[in-house]
């Protein structure tokens, strides 16, 4: 075992010392481990006569004038390689802890040795290095991205094939507003698609007539990046449980606030009580249950406000063009509610909210 005393941090290195008996040669090899990353030549020390010191020489020794020959020098020879002792060799300093079979035979026949055992020598283990990624650049996919800090040949990353397999075809609309302090953006309407298979969100913004704003796809498909993490080494990415009637989400520098939601969310929801606490199915629900009327008063009350509904249009507006939509029964689905939304924009109706929640469509966003 050989003190590396000259290594950064100070480092033990296994090396393997062969004698030669013919001529009293010797060679220290060094002993690779496996994928250590060290150059393949493993010749530490040459084969060569090595001296045990060379300072060690006689007081009579004339070396004012004299160069040391080598008959002056003491060399190394079998008797002075034993287990258990440390020996420097060229500088470096060496212990020796174990021999192979025919040493030991050779020690017993000529020098009487019995006990050349071996010494168990145990190093200290290496702190394993932390493998450090370097920040997404927000160019491209994640995990695309991560595969050619993984190996040379980049692999394409795995898919979770159980979850694509268990929520295949399955999507989740939410309707959508911006939360911003300018009045032109807040008159903008979204809907974000959620796709659980691979937890990816896509976000369209509906064209309004005379709003300034063309409306079309305003974030492709993609997966969503928290703001808490942003660019970090392992980003975060927006799951289904995030997404809920009130939930604030954040895509392209801007920050949407769900408003309304599909009746299939509720169901997918109740289905999946491990992903959404009861809570947040308690508020889908109350958003798209029905309020049935309970008596004849009831509905007495209903159509009469409706019929006061036709006539508070006309007498604002006289007879119309169109006449009034027939949709006017409660809507629990956001398809359907964008449905009566263009058809009382199309008959120019500006109906309060107050008096449409009177008769059941309490989530209808109606233009005024």
Same mark, same amino acid.
């Given at each position: ?12 290195r296994?090396?393997?010392?062969q004698?030669y ?19 393949p ?10 001296p045990?010191?060379?300072n060690?020489l ?8 004299l ?9 190394? =020879? ?5 287990t258990?002792k ?16 025919f ?5 017993? &026949?000529?020098?009487?040795?019995e ?23 927000g ?12 190996s ?5 990353p ?23 302090p ?19 969100v ?13 409306g ?9 990046v =928290?703001p ?5 080494l392992k ?13 604030e ?19 997918? &929801? ?8 009861e ?9 798209t ?7 004849d ?10 019929? &006061?509904m ?21 809507a ?7 449905? &009566? ?7 120019n ?8 929640? =009177? ?10």
């Open positions: 075992m050989w003190q590396d005393i000259l290594s950064e941090p100070l480092e033990m296994r090396v393997i010392i004698y008996l013919a001529d009293d040669s010797m060679e220290v090899l060094e002993d690779h481990a496996r994928n250590c990353g060290r150059e030549c493993k010749v530490l020390i040459r084969k060569q006569k090595i045990l010191d060379r060690e006689s007081e009579s020794f004339p070396k004012t004038y160069e040391i020959a080598d008959g002056d020098l003491r060399f190394f =020879k079998p008797q002075d390689l034993m258990g440390d020996i420097v060799i060229l500088g470096k300093k060496i212990f020796l802890y174990d021999c192979d079979e040493t030991r035979h050779y020690y017993k &026949m000529h020098f009487g040795v006990d050349m055992e071996s010494i168990a020598v145990a190093e200290k283990p290496k702190p394993i290095a932390p493998r450090v990624f370097p920040p997404h650049s160019i491209g996919n994640w995990e695309d991205s991560l595969q050619n800090c993984l040379l040949v980049p692999k394409p795995k898919k979770d094939m159980l979850k694509e397999f268990h929520f295949s075809g399955v999507i989740l609309r939410y309707k959508a507003e911006l939360i911003t300018m009045e032109y953006d807040k008159t903008r309407r979204f809907v974000i698609t959620f796709h659980p298979c691979d937890d990816t896509a976000i369209i913004e509906e064209s309004i007539p005379n709003s300034g704003f063309s079309g796809p305003f974030l492709k498909r993609s997966k969503l =928290k808490e993490r942003g660019l970090s980003p975060e990415f927006y799951e289904a449980k995030d997404f809920h009637i009130g939930a989400i954040r895509a392209s520098g801007k920050l949407f606030k769900l408003v309304d939601a599909d009746r299939f969310v509720l169901h997918f &929801m109740e289905q999946h009580p491990e992903i959404y606490p809570n947040l199915i308690e508020i889908h629900r109350k958003s249950t029905e309020e049935l009327p309970s008596s008063a009831e509905l007495k009350e209903k159509k009469d406000l409706i019929c &006061m036709r006539d508070d249009v006309i007498k604002k507006f006289g007879t119309s063009l169109y006449p009034l939509p027939s949709c006017l029964e409660p629990f689905d956001l398809q359907y509610r964008e449905k &009566m939304n263009e058809e009382f924009y199309c008959a109706m500006p109906i309060s909210p107050e008096l449409l929640k =009177k008769v059941g469509c309490h989530t209808l966003l109606v233009r005024n």
